[in-house]
């Protein structure tokens, strides 16, 4: 059985360099670094790490990452990123090709300080195997960061595009099509954390992603660097505060064993 996103993934190839995208992988960076364990260096396992962004700006601070990804193209992609690092850069890094429905006869339980999952969740229908996987990895005083669609902000986009038909519909439903043309799922905060808590897993933080960039359209100029940290310094502040975190774009949930 393939993968939901093959069908996206020249659309996602595309896009990586866009506003939104760097929004997307600074923040999750910015809200991920103050959660890792303070013992080095840590193992992590990235689920899903596609081009692998968030797996090589940890293999540069010294962790050991493994990235799982079923996508050939999106690792031969990491893997060309890899060949311009450093030797002990490219030595921490290990690519798997495998469906992340087989974690649990890949990996042994507790086997990772950090197992990350990140923009996969969407375009798996029934997420709670896919999460007791996931948690059954972390080791105790390890975390899971779990970055997913906002279920809770679904008619954002829609309502801000002034597409009411689909805004009203997004107010009840969890499905959506999403901007690189997949048909996708999202998940609520309450009901990913009582998934979560099924699995053995607590929430320990949570924030949102793409407040105010989420409607930036993919052709957006983008901005001087001054205007950029200004612009990152407002997400970040408001992807960690109540009620703008609520109606992000994505949620960032960091989990660890309960
Ligand atoms: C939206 S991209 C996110 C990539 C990366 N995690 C990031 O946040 O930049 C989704 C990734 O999940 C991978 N993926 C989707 N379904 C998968 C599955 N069943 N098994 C393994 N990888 C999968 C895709 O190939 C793709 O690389």
Not at 21 to 41: F, N, Y
Not at 71 to 81: A, F, I, K, Y
Not at 207 to 234: M, S
Request: aromatic share 6%; charged share 25%.
């Amino acid at each position: 059985m393939g993968s939901k996103f093959a069908v996206g993934e020249e659309q996602w190839r595309a896009r990586l360099g866009t506003l939104r995208q760097v929004v997307r992988q600074e923040l999750v960076a910015r809200q991920l670094t103050s959660h890792l364990p303070d013992s080095r260096p840590l193992e992590v396992l990235d689920v899903g790490c596609g081009q692998g962004t968030q797996a090589l700006r940890l293999a540069r601070q010294g962790h050991h990452v493994t990235g799982l990804d079923s996508s050939p193209t999106l690792l031969g992609d990491l893997q060309r990123v890899l060949e311009d690092e450093r030797a002990e850069v490219r030595a921490r890094v290990r690519t798997v090709e495998h469906d992340a429905r087989d974690l649990a006869a890949l990996f042994e339980p507790g086997r990772f300080d950090v197992v990350l999952c990140h923009g996969v969740l969407m375009y798996f229908p029934d997420p709670e195997p896919l999460l007791a996987d996931l948690g059954r990895l972390v080791m105790r005083d390890g975390i899971l960061s779990l970055l997913v669609r906002n279920g809770d902000g679904l008619a954002m986009r829609p309502g801000l595009a002034g597409d009411w038909t689909t805004a009203s519909q997004a107010f009840d439903e969890l499905s959506y099509d999403n901007r690189i043309g997949v048909s996708a799922r999202a998940d609520r905060f309450d009901a990913l954390a009582s998934s979560l808590s099924d699995g053995g897993m607590r929430v320990r933080a949570w924030y949102g992603v793409r407040v105010f960039t989420d409607a930036a359209p993919a052709e957006a100029t983008f901005p001087d660097e001054q205007e950029l940290l200004a612009l990152l310094a407002c997400e970040e502040r408001a992807g960690a505060t109540d009620p703008y975190r609520r109606v992000a774009s994505l949620t960032h949930v960091i989990a660890e064993p309960a």
